[in-house]
Every structure is written in C-alpha cells, then in structure tokens.
C-alpha cells in the first residue's frame, strides 16, 4: 500500500498540474500559484496563493485568515480543496487524481490514463490561452497609462515634480543628462494626479512618477509607480495594508521586463546596438534611484532597473550585452535576501556572460551613496 510520505512525493512532482486542478483559473506568478480560493466565493484573484517551488513546495495560504494546517504539506491542500472531510477520503482522492488504485497501487489501465491526460492538457491550453489574452490585454492597458503621463523633456523636466522628488534623493539631472546634452530616461514620466487606491477602496490622488517596464522584444509590459508628495519632496506616506496591497508594479506577469534607463555610449537602443553588432556594458540595479545614480556616474554604461530584487536574474540578457555588473544593496545580515541576490548571480551567469557585482561602500545602495551617507 502507497504511505502518505510517496503520496506527497508525487504530488508535489506534479505541483502545477494539481494547482490548474485545485485552484483553476489561478496563474504563475514567480514561484507562486495565485488563484481565488476555491473553498469559498472569493471575488478577486490573488488571496490564495500555493508555493510552487523550494523545500516547502506545497506551502499555501488564503490571506482571507485560513492557513494550511501543516505548512508545505500538499496533502492538507487536496483535502482542504476537495472539502473532504478526513485523511482516508483525502487519501483516496489523492490516488485517483494521480492515477493510482487503492489497493496495492496499481496504476489505472492505460486508456484511462491517456483519457485523463489529454482532458488535463485540454484544460491546460485552454487556462494558458485565457492567461495570454489576459496578459496582452493587461500589457496594452499599462502602455496606455503611461502614453496618458506627461513626458520629461529638457525645457519641460527643471522644477517639476519628478525633479523635486529626484533632488530629494541627491540625483540632479539637470546638472547631470542635461547639461552633457544626454537624453533624459525616457522610460520615466508624470502623472500631476494618479490614483491610490487603498485596501477598503479609498482613492487618493497624489503625484506619481511612472516608468515603463519593457521585456526583451522592447515592447511594453507593465508600469512601475513612485507616488509623491504633494510638492514632489520625497515619497508620499501612504497606507500600506497587510492584505492585497496596492501594486507598485501593474500588471503582474511583469517578470523579465525591466526599466530602460540609460542607453550608454553611443546612445543606442538595444535594437540598434543589435542591428550594428555593438556590445557594451551592462549596470543593474534594484531601483529607479540607484539606476540613476549609476547613469550619472558611468554615462558610458547602459544602465537598467530590474524593479525588484527577485527580477534581477530574469533581467534579459541581449546580444548588444558584454558584460554585466549588478549594483547590489547591502542586505547583511538579511539571509532571505542575500539568498535571493545569489540565486539571481547564478542566473544571469548561465547566459556565459561575465557577471560582476558592486556594491556601496557606505549606506544601504548607490544612491546612498550619492547621498553621502555614512551608515
């Protein structure tokens, strides 16, 4: 008789298939499965959430308040999913969803076995399809946000808002890009009043540096959002909810897209340096400020921001790249995040291209230390 510890085995082998089956109309997001909870009529996709990769693969949560009774075990998730109401139930519809009788563990006959997986690949397209759809759609809708912002140009950038708030942090691009006669990023634009919508719905209107974020075609994918103070002197103090919090970054399956900040020498797009067989240097970093920070320091350096820490190593490496240098924070002592700084290094490393990584000598990051900060 198959045990429970085989059971899991094999179902976390197959931890997105069971995710399509348990959690349907649910997405990948990174190493997550996000879905709406099946349990319960759940009106927004994004509180249920199944880890999908890692030692505890298997983990999920419903940020609702229900959490999986053993954290990582897959089991509780059939049963919690299914609505059965013990371990022998769960048990049974454990084999039957993996193709396994309940005496001896035989395997169900072959005809059924091809019946079942052509309907679980049927469902599989057809789930892929919608997602695509849905991506473009969402895609499409980001692009026209930011067409709607107003574009940063050198008789229009002294004394805006993003001016302001960029002097805040130490990063004068008048001083900079401007007086070199270097195009300002144009990835970056403003909004004088976009919305913040809040957890319980509230709307508040306030300043907000917008950037486009675009994957390795050059095509836009998603926005990525600074809201501002009202005088553009710092970022706005807004609430912050534990649950389903507001995103920076719209709309997801953003991942592997990044913010073109600084063309580097020669001025060139990735295509054109393509197009011309030009490689040159390539700065990453985390953030917008940091990105700027380096642009203004090596002009002669493609620069771009990742977005988030997670997205560095799926920054897209391009032939007009040579070498890669990530501008990295001082996250010591944060092992989940030094973690996930080396999991990115080793990434972008298998594309065969040399990977550097740099740090500041003081404070957190390179605008830090632009800043002058000494802790």
Partial sequence: MIDFAEIRQKLIAHILPLCRDLVPGGRVNGKYWIGKNPTRTDKHGGSFWVLLSGPATGAWRDEAGVRGVDEGDVVELVRYCRKLPDLKETRQE???????????????????????????????????????????????????????????????????????YLRSRAIDLVAGMVAQQRPLPGALRLFASHDYRTQDGELIALPCMIALMTGPDGKARAVHRTWLRPDGAGKAELPEPKLNKPRKIWPA????????????????????????????????????????????????????????????????????????????????????????????????????????????????????????ETI
């Avoid at 005496?103 to 690949?121: F, H, L, N, T, Y």
């Avoid at 895609?139 to 574009?151: C, I, N, P, R, S």
């Avoid at 700027?292 to 320091?297: D, I, N, R, T």
């Fill in 94 to 164: 454990c084999l039957k969803w993996l193709g396994l009788s309940d005496v001896g563990g035989q395997r169900m006959s072959p005809a059924a076995i091809a019946e079942r997986d052509k309907q679980r690949q049927a469902q599989r397209e057809a789930e892929e399809k919608i997602e695509a759809e849905a991506r473009a759609r969402n895609a499409q809708g980001a692009f026209g946000m930011w067409l709607k912002a107003e574009e940063l140009s050198p008789a229009t950038y002294a004394g805006s808002l993003v001016d302001r």
């Fill in 253 to 372: 399956g953003w991942q592997g897209s990044v913010i073109r900040i600084a063309k580097g020498a020669g001025q060139h797009s990735p295509e054109e340096a393509q197009k011309r067989g030009i490689s040159t240097p390539l700065i990453v970093t985390e953030g917008i400020e940091d990105a700027l920070a380096c642009a203004l320091a090596m002009p002669d350096r493609r620069v771009w921001a990742a977005g988030t820490l997670g997205n560095i190593g799926h920054v897209p490496v391009l032939p007009c790249v040579s070498t890669i240098t990530v501008c990295a924070d001082n996250d010591w002592g944060k092992g989940q995040a030094e973690a996930a700084l080396d999991t990115a290094i080793a990434a972008l490393r298998r594309h065969g291209k040399p990977v550097y990584v740099a740090r500041s000598p003081r404070g957190k990051d390179m605008n830090d230390l632009l800043k002058g």
